[in-house]
T-cell receptor
Framework: QQQVRQSPQSLTVWEGETAILNCSYE??????FPWYQQFPGEGPALLIA?????DKKEDGGFTIFFNKREKNLSLHIKDSQPGDSATYFC???????????FGKGTHLHVLP | DAGVTQTPRHEVAEKGQTIILKCEPV?????LFWYRQTKIQGLELLSY????????DGGAFKDRFKAEMLNSSFSTLKIQPTEPKDSAVYLC???????????FGSGTRLTVL
């Protein structure tokens, strides 16, 4: 009920391609979905977030597509750069806003 | 503005030792979180403080893990006694709006031998 699942575990794309990271959840009460980016040796940092009332959120080259009926969402990274190589975590929270449930992450490698 | 500061960056302990990890949240943030990060389990919430009051004590982590918030700008996480399975990265995060945006520190990597 509380799980957030991410796929793939690891993704390799070439510089300039669009990377697509997937996320699904089980709890219908989740209404806030942040994505965090983590570089080695650092803590995660908020990248972009969406609320369940929206189906799309864009910020720079990052776009979240959200499907409430299917309980899934995806993060699209347009024109990927080697500097985007990092681990991306999908997360979800609901009524208890402090209880953020994190997925296990997708390791993205962008090759030059 | 200074971000979240965690010390030490690395800690090596013998099994059975007591270790104390430290965290300074972003100034003005009322919410403070302790997480454990491992490859297998991912990010797990250990403790949550709102305005220095303990709101979540992490359930399964209660017996050997104790987080305290001494004042609004300093928190500690004590693990006593340590076990090899405690080897992980411990992350502290703060927020000004109940986890809407979590600001994480760089973490403490704990190795228990």
């Amino acid at each position: 009920q509380q799980q957030v699942r991410q796929s793939p575990q690891s993704l390799t794309v070439w510089e300039g391609e669009t990377a697509i990271l997937n996320c699904s959840y089980e709890n219908s009460a989740f209404d806030y979905f942040p994505w965090y980016q983590q570089f080695p040796g650092e803590g995660p940092a908020l990248l972009i977030a969406i609320r369940s009332v929206s189906d799309k959120k864009e910020d720079g080259g990052f776009t979240i597509f959200f499907n409430k009926r299917e309980k899934n969402l995806s993060l699209h990274i347009k024109d990927s750069q080697p500097g985007d190589s990092a681990t991306y975590f999908c997360a979800a929270s609901g009524t208890n806003a402090y209880k953020v449930i994190f997925g296990k992450g997708t390791h993205l490698h962008v090759l030059p | 503005d200074a971000g979240v500061t965690q010390t030490p960056r690395h800690e090596v302990a013998e099994k059975g030792q007591t270790i104390i990890l430290k965290c300074e949240p972003v100034s003005g943030h009322n919410d403070l979180f302790w997480y454990r990060q491992t490859k297998i389990q991912g990010l797990e919430l250990l403790s949550y403080f709102r305005s220095k009051s303990l709101m979540e004590d992490g359930g399964a982590f209660k017996d050997r893990f104790k987080a305290e918030m001494l004042n609004s700008s300093f928190s500690t996480l004590k693990i006593q006694p340590t076990e090899p399975k405690d080897s992980a990265v411990y992350l502290c995060a703060s927020s000004d709006r109940a986890a809407e945006t979590l600001y994480f520190g760089s973490g403490t990597r704990l190795t228990v031998l």
